[in-house]
């Protein structure tokens, strides 16, 4: 096992990838923190990972909110002792044309991806900066971290954002023993992508199967989905890789939609 012993908090797992890495955690011998603004969702998440034989506790975060960062940091760090590895998963995306984005909604995607990845780092910061041992900090990020999309605006601005963010940390975290990278996904499907097929079919003008086909999966090169497995292999072993070697990297994971 790769992360016996280790204590793990994901925000926004409660589905999705966040879930699929908190469970290829928890198999790899991790004790995982499920935060997710879902808190039924996140309890039954912690409770399917139980079931599974892996430890698993569930924790109220909207990323977005300072205090309950800072509080799901704290509760977890009162049951388990330390925090080894946070993954800033959380996530939403918002499907409209940048002349008719209004400022909320601009607010809206950047908040959730941004200050969460922020305050998700500071809490992450506090607590590894003054334990033994340093710890790890993964961001998920996107194929849209390095390219652009028409209609994704905010998403696609706090995707490459994430990068800096997370070059700082690994420039500022490496002599308290913390490093940093981002994951960058190609499509995964997720609720998050179900519910674009139909909005950027309606946007767009075209069929689900185009958006699918002529959006989606064009540029990959074989036509296939990245999976919720392909994700969560590439965490647990950025998670465990053991030196600074890998620090204020990107791994993009996307069938080759996106190379780097
Ligand atoms: P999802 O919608 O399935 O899951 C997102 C989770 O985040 C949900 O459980 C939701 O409750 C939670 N969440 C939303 N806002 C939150 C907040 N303010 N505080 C705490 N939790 C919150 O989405 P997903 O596809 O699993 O996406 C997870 C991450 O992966 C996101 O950052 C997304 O941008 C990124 N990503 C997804 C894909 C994809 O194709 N699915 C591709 C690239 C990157």
Redesign the pocket.
């Known amino acids: 096992m790769r992360m016996t012993d280790k204590i793990a908090l994901i925000?926004?797992?409660?589905?999705?990838?966040?879930?699929a890495i908190a469970q290829g955690f928890a198999r790899e011998g991790a004790k995982v923190a499920i935060?997710?603004?879902?808190l039924d969702?996140a309890e039954r998440a912690a409770a399917g990972i139980r079931d599974a034989g892996g430890e698993a506790m569930a924790v109220a975060?909207?990323?977005?909110d300072e205090a309950a960062v800072d509080t799901g940091f704290a509760k977890v760090v009162d049951a388990w002792g330390r925090i080894d590895v946070a993954v800033a998963?959380?996530?939403?995306?918002h499907i409209e044309a940048l002349d008719k984005l209004s400022l909320a909604n601009w607010r809206k995607v950047t908040g959730?991806?941004l200050d969460?990845a922020f305050l998700t780092t500071r809490a992450s910061l506090r607590q590894m900066y003054q334990q033994h041992g340093g710890g790890c900090i993964l961001y998920?990020?996107?194929?849209?971290s390095k390219l652009a999309s028409p209609l994704k605006a905010p998403?696609v601005a706090a995707?490459h954002g994430l990068l800096g963010l997370c070059r700082a940390v690994a420039k500022e975290g490496a002599a308290h023993g913390v490093s940093a990278n981002v994951i960058?996904?190609?499509?995964?499907?997720?609720?998050?992508?179900e519910k674009q097929i139909p909005e950027q079919a309606r946007e767009l003008g075209i069929s689900e199967e185009e958006v699918i086909r002529d959006v989606m999966l064009k540029d990959t090169v074989d036509q296939e989905f990245?999976t919720l497995e392909d994700i969560s292999e590439v965490a647990v072993n950025l998670a465990a890789f053991p030196t600074a070697a890998l620090t204020g990297q990107s791994v993009v994971v996307s069938h080759g939609w996106y190379m780097q």
Do not use: E, M, W
């Not at 935060?35 to 879902?38: E, Q, R």
């Not at 998963?89 to 995306?93: M, P, T, W």
């Open positions: 925000t926004g797992a409660a589905g999705g990838i966040g879930l935060s997710d603004l879902d969702a975060i909207d990323v977005t998963n959380a996530g939403i995306q959730v991806h969460g998920i990020g996107s194929v849209h998403y995707k960058c996904p190609g499509f995964v499907r997720t609720p998050l992508v990245t």
